[in-house]
């Protein structure tokens, strides 16, 4: 849809809100006869600037700026929060045009999981450890990643797709899928927007009460610390650090840990590869989760 463009520089307003998977190919037609590139982003909606930074990535970059809005079931564990997670699709539709989308794809669970479905995309390895250990969210958060952004992909079609560091595990997940699976779409992975204290923008942040939310501002704290004693002395010298930070805002991880950025195999020093430090913490209401990646 180059042809009809606006430079994208002025914002567009007007956005096309489909349900219906069959709708919104029909809306990519003319992109594709055109050649035009399709972005994708996918979200689960609650939108916030770490999104808008990736749609606006996703605007500079392609002729057509695609935002997928799903709350997605099955990468929610029993007892997790898929019933009470902030849904507001008019606000979502109305940011996601003002930052330069001009299709939401909001899908209904009966739609992208129709009565039968039985097929799944799995990566293995990589989503048993950090949030997939089977004792934290397990491997099943992840085949549930996998199975509705490969969904998303054969949907949209896209040539880019946007995601944020903020969940790097989920980050090299996928870019292990695309490899394995030959899926003709570049990943691209985008820096973590925060919060002015350090915290990670995340649509979760709202379960935090007053004091919750001035003590989760440790997690970056600590992953600072972490690569400062990290880049000056050692690895696990950083990961004590961190930790203390923690301990000193009263807060006992699941994990903080080093790991190698693109395997996620243990690491014990830093070694030349990009080694990421992600950490989880419940705080208060709200499982909060964030990662430095220490470039060497
Ligand atoms: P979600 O709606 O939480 O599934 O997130 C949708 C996309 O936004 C994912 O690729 C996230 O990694 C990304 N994202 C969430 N929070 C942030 C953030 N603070 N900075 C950058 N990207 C983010």
Do not use: W
């Not at 799903?70 to 003002?98: I, K, M």
């Not at 950083?238 to 994990?255: F, M, N, S, V």
Request: a negative charge; hydrophobic letters at 40%.
């Amino acid at each position: 849809m180059k042809h009809s463009l606006p430079n994208p520089s002025q914002a567009r307003v007007d956005v096309k809100f489909v349900r219906a998977t069959d709708e919104l190919r029909l809306s990519l037609t003319d992109a594709r006869r055109f050649g035009d590139t399709i972005g994708l982003v996918p979200t689960m909606g609650c939108l916030h600037d770490g999104h808008l930074s990736l749609i606006r990535a996703a605007r500079a970059e392609c002729d057509v700026v695609v935002m997928s809005l799903f709350v997605n079931p099955t990468q929610f564990g029993p007892g997790e929060d898929f019933e009470r997670y902030p849904r507001d699709e008019e606000r979502d539709t109305a940011l996601a045009a003002s930052a330069g989308a001009e299709i939401v794809y909001a899908p209904t669970v009966e739609g992208m999981y129709p009565e039968g479905f039985s097929t799944r995309v799995e990566v293995q390895g990589l989503t048993e450890v950090l949030c997939g250990d089977p004792a934290r969210r397990g491997p099943e958060h992840f085949r549930g990643v996998t199975t509705v952004v490969a969904k998303l992909f054969n949907a949209v079609g896209p040539c880019v797709a946007y995601f944020g560091q903020k969940d790097a595990q989920q980050v090299a997940v996928i870019k292990r899928m695309v490899r394995d699976l030959n899926l003709p779409v570049r990943i691209e992975a985008l820096p973590i927007v925060r919060e002015p204290d350090g915290l990670a923008m995340s649509s979760r942040n709202v379960y935090l009460e007053d004091g919750d939310r001035a003590r989760a501002a440790a997690l970056s704290r600590a992953l600072r610390r972490a690569e400062r004693e990290a880049r000056s002395g050692s690895l696990a010298a950083g990961i004590e650090a961190g930790r203390a930070e923690l301990a000193k805002a009263g807060i006992d991880p699941e994990y903080f840990e080093a790991r190698d950025a693109e395997d996620l195999a243990p690491v014990a020093e830093l070694n030349g590869r990009p080694v990421l430090i992600a950490v989880a913490a419940q705080v208060g209401g709200a499982r909060l989760i964030d990662n430095v990646v220490i470039e060497p």
